[in-house]
């Protein structure tokens, strides 16, 4: 029997939430992949995203403002089992946590990093995000925003994510199936959700951002996937497409994979060269204590051969 992965707490997002249809999709695309309760983690930091843990009936960590990626790396490395989600504002992951998002693209850990993108700061009243336009003043600004925008798609490929998509929080059903390939990827994999804020942004709407977006899956041309036999000329042809997409906003918005290499090994691979027991018996099913509570780890035994 599938897994609900819906939680009975009730939701309190503003009516006409963009964060409503993101979380619509996580759970269908926990559901169809047939996950249970036990093989997953939600990681969030702080602002209307970080409620989100609260709502799914499952394993979920509210964290500090901009450290959720570094919260939800030590899971994964303690259990590189479980299937780990990190959700975050564009706020939350672009300012405060820019340096813990770059790392994580350099790392290739494994988590499954979902960016909720209205532009906006919608829980301290509408504040200009990282994500905002130089110039750009909705209904929450005093005066225009001072401050250059930062692209999260370009970001992402420049900090080496290895699977780069982005989707519309009103077209649930291709969200889900953004979210079900961010799932499987075995590398890091990065979600940019654009989504409206309708409190406090009143241009970037939802009807503005209808009238806007296009699918990539849709152009039988586009293939973003790199394999371990891909050539390391249509590896940079890929990676050069995906970043003239990525660099797209005017009339047309590209939704859709952007970047699927599947040829880089994660960081538990990387480990686990090192330490060949660590996927059969990883920190996190290790007894580290005895029935006194005190630890039974001596580190300098353990890694006698491996001091420098």
């Not at 750009?136 to 420049?158: C, D, H, Q, W, Y």
């Not at 390939?181 to 959700?193: L, N, P, Y």
């Not at 036999?229 to 997409?245: C, L, P």
Request: with cysteine.
């Amino acid at each position: 029997m599938a897994h609900n992965f819906r939680s009975d707490v009730a939701i309190d997002w503003c009516p006409g939430c963009g964060d409503f249809g993101i979380v619509t999709g996580l759970t269908q695309a926990l559901t169809e992949l047939n996950y249970g309760p036990n093989d997953v983690v939600a990681v969030s930091g702080i602002g209307c995203s970080g409620k989100t843990p609260h709502y799914l009936n499952m394993a979920g960590i509210h964290t500090l403002h901009g450290r959720s990626i570094p919260y939800a790396t030590g899971v994964k490395l303690a259990n590189p089992r479980l299937k780990v989600i990190v959700t975050s504002g564009d706020g939350d992951m672009l300012s405060i946590g820019a340096g813990h998002f770059v790392a994580e693209g350099r790392r290739n850990t494994g988590l499954t990093i979902i960016l909720y993108d209205n532009e906006v700061y919608g829980l301290t009243k509408g504040q200009a995000a990282p994500t905002m336009a130089l110039g750009e003043k909705t209904k929450g600004l005093a005066r225009p925003n001072v401050f250059g925008k930062v692209n999260p798609i370009t970001m992402a490929l420049s900090s080496g994510y290895s699977f780069v998509a982005r989707g519309f929080s009103f077209d649930t059903k291709h969200l889900k199936e953004l979210i079900k390939k961010a799932m499987i990827h075995e590398g890091s994999s990065f979600i940019d959700v654009l989504q409206p804020c309708p409190t406090y942004n009143n241009i970037n709407t939802m009807e503005w951002y209808r009238g806007k977006v296009y699918k990539m899956d849709d152009e039988k041309s586009w293939d973003p996937v790199v394999l371990p036999d891909t050539s390391a000329e249509s590896v940079s042809e890929k990676f050069n497409n995906a970043y003239k997409r990525g660099l797209e906003w005017d009339d047309k918005i590209p939704i859709g994979v952007f970047y699927d290499n599947r040829a880089i090994p994660s960081f538990v691979k990387r480990i686990a060269e090192y330490l060949p027991d660590y996927l059969n018996n990883p920190p996190a099913e290790q007894i580290v204590a005895g029935t006194d509570g005190y630890t039974n780890v001596d580190p300098f035994k353990t890694f006698a051969d491996r001091v420098i």
